[in-house]
């Protein structure tokens, strides 16, 4: 069965036609390209599919597309300004925030939702914040450092 949606990603919009069972993460990376997004455990745990719904973080693998009808998102694809990178990914950037990389989309999605709402946050909040987003590479230390250099960036 399908259903056609109009998503506005990035503040482009789309309307597709989609199979009702279609989850946010693949309609982003297989039917709009946007494969910046990444499909990890597709339970919610890991925290690799984090796009932003109305500046909060969520979890583009435990939501339907169909769901998202009418909503607007954002993507990481709709962080950095051209060739521009996001001050907060030039910080991850600059100290080492990021190995694979593999993480790293969710990651900035959800230090972006941070810093909106604590443009000062403390170590504690900074990890609690990130503690949805799994990552084996790293010990967390130089992303806690990235995140406190793009707090001091942005302000």
């Not at 998102?73 to 990021?98: N, Y």
């Amino acid at each position: 069965m399908t259903r056609t949606i109009t998503l506005t990603v990035n503040g482009e919009t789309y309307e597709r036609s989609v199979e009702v069972r279609t989850t946010l993460v693949d309609f982003l990376r297989d039917t709009l390209g946007l494969t910046g997004t990444h499909v990890g455990c597709e339970h919610g745990v890991c925290g690799a599919c984090t796009v932003l719904h109305r500046g909060e973080p969520v979890r583009a693998c435990l939501l339907l597309a169909v769901q998202m009808d009418g909503e607007a998102i954002e993507t990481v694809e709709g962080l950095a300004d051209g060739d521009r990178l996001h001050p907060i990914q030039q910080a991850f950037w600059d100290h080492h925030g990021l190995q694979c990389g593999f993480c790293t989309p969710g990651m900035l999605m959800t230090v972006k939702a941070l810093l909106a709402e604590r443009p000062d946050p403390s170590e504690t909040e900074i990890r609690e914040a990130l503690s949805g987003n799994l990552c084996r590479c790293t010990g967390y230390h130089f992303i806690v450092e990235a995140v406190r250099a793009a707090a001091r960036a942005a302000r």
